[in-house]
């Protein structure tokens, strides 16, 4: 069974940059769609960036786009979600999420069958 685990989050400045990183121990990712959402208190978990099994197609959330860029390597079973230009409202828990779809990039947490614990990003101003 896939399970993601999370590393590198922490405190960021505004305009700082943070790089995410995803990884499984176990399982290979290289057959599933890679996803990262967050989650702020009080609000639902949200779609921040996918990318294909095949790391030729990506999706980003408008919020982010421009920003943070995601990548994968099947080789090391890691998937990477930089992060520029951070602003307070990026603070978040932000969660790797693994999706046994090869044909396309799912943006919704349905579809999204492991899911790591989280790691806390905090951007102040």
């Known amino acids: 069974q896939v399970q993601p685990v999370e590393s590198g989050g922490g405190l960021a400045q505004a305009g700082d940059s943070l790089r995410l990183s995803c990884a499984d121990s176990?399982?290979?990712?290289?057959?599933?769609?890679m996803g990262w959402f967050r989650q702020a208190p009080g609000n639902e978990r949200e779609f921040v960036a996918a990318?294909?099994?095949?790391?030729?197609?990506?999706k980003y959330a408008d919020s982010v786009k421009g920003r943070f860029t995601i990548s994968r390597d099947n080789a090391k079973n890691t998937v990477d979600l930089q992060m520029n230009s951070l602003i307070p409202e990026d603070s978040a828990v932000y969660y790797c999420?693994?999706?046994?779809?090869?044909?396309?990039?799912?943006?919704?947490?349905?579809?999204?069958?492991?899911w790591g614990r989280g790691t806390q990003v905090t951007v102040s101003s």
């Open positions: 176990g399982r290979s990712f290289s057959a599933y769609a």
């Open positions: 999420a693994a999706a046994p779809i090869i044909n396309s990039i799912p943006t919704i947490t349905s579809l999204y069958a492991y």
């Open positions: 990318i294909s099994w095949s790391a030729d197609n990506t």
